[in-house]
């Protein structure tokens, strides 16, 4: 297979901290090349800096044959090199059309004004090539679409002329598992038309899906260069990743003894998005919901915990109600809830670390004086305790890493010794390390015989730390999994909507 | 925050990287026209500073603590015609007790519709304000005809005259106010979740916090505050005209915005908007000094305040920067 481009001795600062060392790599035509590592460990950097994002402070990339000391977006643009960023860049009141084409100078009659008909025509055609067909129609507002479709859009916007190089920056993480379908059947129609991709993930599974060859990053640096897949294995991969050997990267999972009932949800419903959900959770007992994503899974789980408005049915904390309560009230009973989206609904971005740990504390304090210095021992002990990574503690919560940030979240209810634990997605987007932290830190409470459930869209994850699974599907339970007769293709029939 | 441990001058420096870059500009300024004018460094003239910014520093305090949520009071100014034109003109007609007793309950109440109807409606702050605003002083007009109320009473000239150890009565009553509301800001449960909403209102609501009823604390505080600072300015005038507020709707919010107050919310203190207070006081007086018709003197408060937000906003990204380093 012929190189199209070659990235040499790329070294790239940011401040004082070294995001890529001496990175050299190759990528080839009509191959899937997937990039795996840990959270900060240079991937996004580097597909950046192929794409001219970024401009890298030492080394050239060679395209063909010509040499580049660094690349802009426009030069980028020019080689047909394209790159879908983890990040949505997408204007919401625009149309899907405008969205995907308004930068091409053909958009425009005589460069003045906006040819929409043509724009249209040009993104159904690009629809129909990579049959796609379950979109609104292309004058469809983008603010309306789902978050997955936002993230189709983006991924057509880079389709919109023919690339040589295509780089995907975790293109799935939005993407229910239909989608992500759809997505692979496209990478595979472009690496046939001999379109060199690169694929920045997190989810090892995809690279043995659709990876040809794997690049491994630790720390801005290569440790495995260009392995073809299939002389790896997943496990292999995470050793690597993660510049150690994982004995058991889940833990060890005891079989607790189940206590008496926690939480109780009877026919509980929003009127919306859910309806006729009932289970129970125990003392003890870790209880998992799988479900695609827009399922409903968090719209329950706020609804539980009292953000979100009930239409019918009841919720008991230990034998009694609590859905007539205010958020306050149910949080002073006991519940707890940690939501998916750490920055738009978990943190105080704003603040520091310590603001944001005493945040629920604070709320609950009777009486009108506080003094958050009066926390300061107990926020060291959390610091400590969870094994936060930080500067100090009036250190801006933003300029912590993911894990980290999710980590200051946890502790904001662990100090509160609530009974019952909702985590919604408690371990998107951290790192391998703080992963496994985050398990057996789910496990150790479970043991101390608080009630968990936990809300996953990692069907391994679930199997390995649950003790029953519910799978949610289109707003109902569609079954309920022991522990022990849990698969992930038992599981994954459940979810998927029947047609 | 209990200091000593991990805290450096340092950190609390970083972390206050911007009060310290207005103070800076503030001390320069005061440098340079004690340097251009004999007279400015006068403990007579410092006093008249404090005298001219006195209204105004007053409605900053409570429209900082109004931004710090992430809102913004345009009816502050009305608010203050209104409570203050009232006030007078029952001091007169009826009597001292009865005139300041209604004219704070009016202020209070005004401020009460505002973060009423913010926190029913659920509209934009912007939106509702701009709405009270032209309301109330509408309303001013419409019960004053438009007509100014003077030769007040003489026991607020004896008010504004009073001295304490030899400071006035308005440069204390501006001095405990903004030491109350940092306190307030700083060391109670609702200063705190001011800071909280701001920052991350639906973060706020997933921590249980009742946002919308402490959205409502500093509109209220708006209209306490507004009245005690039309109280300071009538005294001193001994006259109130129907359009005395309609300047301070911006200025309260120019000083906030070069103090550092973030008006996306969450961000800023009282110190800031102290400092930006004085530095709009000094800059007025000491242009006045040399010379500098007023009409100049606005075209300056702009450039100053943009020079001083697009500064600010070097030093964040900077300070995100040296963050990430470490």
């Not at chain 2, 032209?134 to 504004?160: C, M, R």
Request: aromatic share 8%; glycine share 8%.
């Amino acid at each position: 297979m012929e190189t199209i481009l070659q990235v040499k001795n790329i070294n790239k600062y940011f401040g004082g901290i070294h995001a890529l060392v001496d990175v050299d790599l190759a990528f080839k035509c009509g191959e899937v090349h997937c990039i795996v590592g840990e959270n900060g460990a240079g991937k996004s950097t580097l597909g950046k800096i192929i794409a001219g994002i970024h401009k890298s402070d030492t080394g050239e990339l060679v395209f063909k044959d010509a040499i580049y000391k660094e690349l802009t977006p426009a030069m980028a643009k020019e080689l047909k090199i394209a790159m879908v960023t983890q990040e949505l860049n997408l204007m919401p009141h625009l149309s899907i059309s405008e969205n995907i084409f308004m930068f091409e100078k053909d958009s425009y009659l005589n460069n003045v004004i906006i040819n929409r008909k043509l724009i249209n025509e040009k993104t159904n055609k690009l629809f129909e090539h990579f049959a796609l067909s379950n979109l609104p129609p292309v004058t469809t507002n983008v603010e309306n679409l789902t978050l997955a479709q936002q993230q189709i859009v983006e991924i057509m916007k880079a389709n919109s002329q023919k690339n040589n190089l295509l780089i995907f920056d975790e293109p799935t993480t939005t993407l229910s598992i239909g989608e992500v379908k759809q997505l692979f059947t496209l990478i595979r129609d472009l690496k046939q038309e001999k379109v060199s991709i690169v694929l920045i993930t997190h989810r090892l599974k995809e690279v043995f899906e659709i990876g040809d060859v794997v690049t491994v990053l630790c720390d801005g640096n290569i440790v495995k260069n260009r392995i073809p897949v299939k002389d790896t294995t997943e496990r292999e991969l995470v050793e690597w990743m993660v510049g150690r050997d994982i004995k058991d990267f889940f833990g060890k999972k005891e079989t607790l003894k189940i206590g008496k009932p926690v939480l109780e949800a009877k026919e509980l419903s929003d009127g919306d998005s859910f309806k006729d959900i009932s289970f129970t959770v125990h003392e003890n007992e870790i209880l998992g919901f799988a479900g695609l994503i827009g399922a409903g899974r968090t719209e329950i789980m706020e609804t539980i915990f009292g953000v979100r408005k009930q239409a019918s049915g009841e919720v008991l904390l230990n034998g009694k109600r609590i859905d007539h309560l205010s958020i306050k009230q149910r949080i002073k009973e006991g519940v707890s809830f940690v939501p998916e989206d750490r920055k738009g609904k978990g943190l105080a971005i704003k603040l520091p670390v310590n603001s944001n740990m005493n945040q629920v504390e604070m709320n609950l304090k009777d009486g009108l004086i506080v003094y958050e210095g009066q926390y300061w021992e107990k926020n060291e002990d959390m610091v400590k305790q969870l094994r936060i990574r930080l500067v100090n503690m009036l250190q801006n919560v933003t300029n912590l890493s993911g894990g980290n940030q999710q980590k200051v979240l946890l502790s904001k209810w662990l100090s509160q010794d609530p009974a019952i634990f909702i985590f919604d997605e408690p371990t998107r987007g951290i790192d391998v390390g703080t992963k496994t932290e985050i398990y057996a830190l789910i496990k150790k409470l479970a043991k101390q015989g608080k009630a968990i459930i936990m809300v996953s869209s990692e069907l391994q994850e679930l199997i390995a730390i649950c003790d029953r699974i519910v799978v949610i599907n289109e707003g109902r339970i569609t079954s309920v999994f022991d522990r022990n007769n849990a698969s992930e293709p038992k599981i994954l029939e459940k979810m998927i909507p029947a047609k | 925050m209990k200091n000593g441990k991990n805290n450096t001058l340092k950190d609390i420096i970083r972390n206050n990287s911007i009060e310290f870059g207005v103070g800076v500009g503030l001390i320069i300024l005061f440098i340079v026209f004690s340097v251009a004018s004999p007279y400015f460094l006068k403990t007579n003239n410092l006093y008249n500073i404090l005298y001219q910014v006195s209204a105004i520093g007053i409605l900053a305090v409570a429209q900082t603590m109004v931004i710090l949520t992430g809102g913004i009071d345009l009816s502050i100014g009305s608010i203050f015609t209104l409570s203050g034109w009232l006030m007078c003109f029952l001091i007169k007609e009826i009597g001292f007790i009865e005139g300041m007793a209604i004219g704070l309950l009016v202020g209070l109440l005004c401020g009460a519709i505002n973060g009423f109807l913010i926190a029913v409606t659920r509209l934009e702050p912007f939106i509702i304000t701009l709405g009270t605003m032209s309301i109330f002083h509408g309303i001013v007009y419409i019960i004053s005809n438009s007509k100014a109320v003077s030769n007040l009473p003489i026991i607020l000239e004896t008010i504004d005259d009073y001295q304490l150890l030899g400071i006035p009565s308005y440069v204390i009553i501006l001095l405990i106010i903004f030491i109350l509301g940092q306190l307030f800001l700083f060391y109670t449960k609702t200063g705190r979740m001011i800071y909280a909403i701001g920052s991350n209102e639906l973060a706020a609501r997933f921590s249980g916090i009742p946002v919308h009823l402490y959205k409502m604390v500093p509109y209220v505080l708006v209209g306490l505050l507004s009245f005690v600072a039309v109280f300071i300015q009538s005294a001193h005038l001994m006259a109130i005209d129907a359009n005395a507020g309609t300047n301070l709707n911006l200025e309260s919010i120019t000083a906030v915005v070069i103090g550092g107050t973030s008006l996306l919310g969450g961000r800023g203190s009282l110190i800031g908007t102290a400092i930006g207070v004085l530095l709009i006081g000094v800059l007025g007086n000491g242009l006045n000094m040399m010379g500098v018709s007023s009409y100049w003197q606005r075209v300056v408060v702009g450039v100053i305040l943009i020079a001083a937000v697009a500064s600010q906003k070097i030093t964040i990204s900077a300070r995100g920067k040296f963050e990430e380093k470490k």
